[in-house]
Each structure stands twice: as structure tokens, then as C-alpha cells.
């Protein structure tokens, strides 16, 4: 069997992986994992392998045109509400400092995340991402529709198992999920310590904390009806804000390029 997991980045598929690696281990087939490949080429060969594999995809780097994701066996789309995913891949930015090495860009965008913390209600997130999207060299606020729209398109197209990652955290849901891919799901399951970088505050609704009166007046206006459509509620009064900064300036103090020093 290959089964072949997909979602938007920061949408879960790390810990649906992992999920699904601990049934699968379970099993005394061999099992061979692969870890985001985004090649009609690197597809093929995970299709080429004997025993069951595993694979997980982004969205994004994979679409509709990647016919040859119709031939897996078990296909699980994971999708979380867009602007829990939003937060996190604002914050997910700071991996791209790292990467770089520029401290002196991640010095400047942590500044500009220290404010956002300090003053939730005052400082737009929309602005912030911005801001930080400039300094890593990543597009502006308007991919995520983009984005939005090819996940749409993914899923006409192949017409996956749909996955509510909110419902993943919680343990729903996942009797039908277990009919559906053959295994024997229970219970959560570990980030492998090699992707710890991933996981963060393993919640959900996080926004809430974040989004001003200005920042739901663009996302009800921009993605409320995919957010609609995956079943979120819109929520268009602001509440009073705080933000943890132990899922915020603490977490992307991993990806501070001088190491702290």
C-alpha cells in the first residue's frame, strides 16, 4: 500500500505523518518513508518501491498537475482553519533566518514581533507578516489566497480523505479515519525530534489572540468564503487580545542565526 498525506504547510501533516508512521510500524511489512517530495519524478519512485510507503506532500509545491498522485492507495488531505495556519506560518518565517544566516534581518523581525506582543490590539498581523515576508524575501499576504484556491483545486482533482486537523488533535473522528486507510489509529502521537522545529503550540483558535478589528476586516473579506467553506465559523468582532510569548517570541528564539549569543 502507499499512503500519501497532503495538506497546506503548517496544517498538521507532520503530526498525521507521525500518526500514521505508529500504525504503520506496527505492521511487520517494511515500511519506507518520504518526506515532502514535489517532483512528478521523486512520485514515481516512491510508486516504484515494494512493501508500503509512506509519503507526505505540501500543497503548494505539489497541485492538480501532479496527475501522478491518483495512482496512491490511501490519500489523506489535512486542512486546518486558515487563519490558525496563517499564525503559524508568520511565525514559521523566522525558520528562513536561520537558513540564511542573516541576523541582521532576524534581529529587525523580531523587533517587529516584540511589538506585535507588546501591543496586540494596536499593531496589525497582516502588516506583520508583511513585514516579515519583505525582510525573508517572501511574497506579501496575498498567497494565501492563491494558496487557498490551489488546495480547492487539489481536491476537486483527486477527491482525498478530508482530514479536519482540529479534529485530529482532539481524537475525533478518527474511527472513520481508520476505515478509510485500513489502520488501526489511536490516540496522538510524538513529532519525530528531527522535525520538532515544526511543532509549536499544538492548539488551536490561536488567532483569536492575534487578528485586530483591521486584520478580520481583510481576511472575512479576502478568505471568508474559504473559510466558510471548510466549515469555520467568521468571526468578525475582534476580541481583547494577548499573545503568549512562549508560542511566539520564545519559539522563534530557535531560529535566531547567532544561536543567542
Known amino acids: 500500500m502507499h499512503y500519501l498525506i497532503a495538506g497546506l504547510a503548517k496544517s498538521g501533516t507532520t503530526r498525521l505523518f507521525s500518526q500514521l508512521k505508529g500504525a504503520l ?11 515532502e517530495p514535489d517532483t512528478d519524478e521523486a512520485l514515481k519512485d516512491v510508486l ?10 505540501l500543497i503548494g509545491r505539489v497541485s492538480k498537475e501532479n496527475a501522478v498522485l491518483e495512482q496512491f492507495d490511501s490519500h489523506v488531505l ?9 499564525i503559524s506560518m ?17 534581529a529587525k523581525a523580531r523587533q517587529a514581533l516584540k511589538a506585535k506582543v507588546e501591543s496586540p490590539s494596536t499593531v496589525s498581523t497582516i502588516e506583520l507578516y508583511n513585514t516579515l515576508a519583505t525582510l525573508v524575501g517572501r511574497g506579501p499576504i496575498g498567497v494565501f489566497k492563491r494558496l487557498h484556491a ?14 479536519c486537523y482540529e479534529d485530529l488533535l482532539q481524537g475525533k473522528n478518527l474511527s472513520e479515519l481508520s476505515t478509510y486507510t485500513g489502520l488501526a489509529l489511536e490516540g496522538d502521537a510524538e513529532v519525530p525530534a528531527e522535525y520538532t522545529r515544526v511543532a509549536r503550540s499544538r492548539g488551536f483558535g490561536e488567532w483569536r489572540s492575534w ?10 473579506r479576502e478568505w471568508g468564503e474559504n473559510i ?11 476580541k481583547v487580545l494577548e499573545i503568549n510569548p512562549q508560542t511566539s517570541l520564545d519559539y522563534v528564539a ?7 549569543s
Open 25 to 35: 510500524d506496527q505492521s511487520p511489512e517494511t515500511l519506507q518513508t518520504f518526506f
Open 48 to 57: 516504484s518501491q515494494d512493501g508500503s510507503t509512506l509519503t507526505k506532500v
Open 78 to 86: 489535512i486542512y486546518r482553519d486558515p487563519r490558525d495556519q496563517f
Open 90 to 106: 508568520l511565525l514559521y518565517l523566522f525558520y528562513d533566518f536561520q537558513v540564511s544566516g542573516d541576523a541582521e534581518a532576524y
Open 150 to 163: 490551489i488546495q480547492r483545486e487539489y481536491e476537486d482533482a483527486f477527491s482525498p480523505f478530508m482530514l
Open 211 to 220: 487578528l485586530n478589528a483591521e486584520d478580520l476586516e481583510f481576511i472575512d
Open 228 to 238: 466558510s467553506y471548510l466549515g469555520y465559523a467568521l468571526e468578525p468582532e475582534a
Open 254 to 260: 530557535q531560529f535566531d542565526p547567532t544561536g543567542g
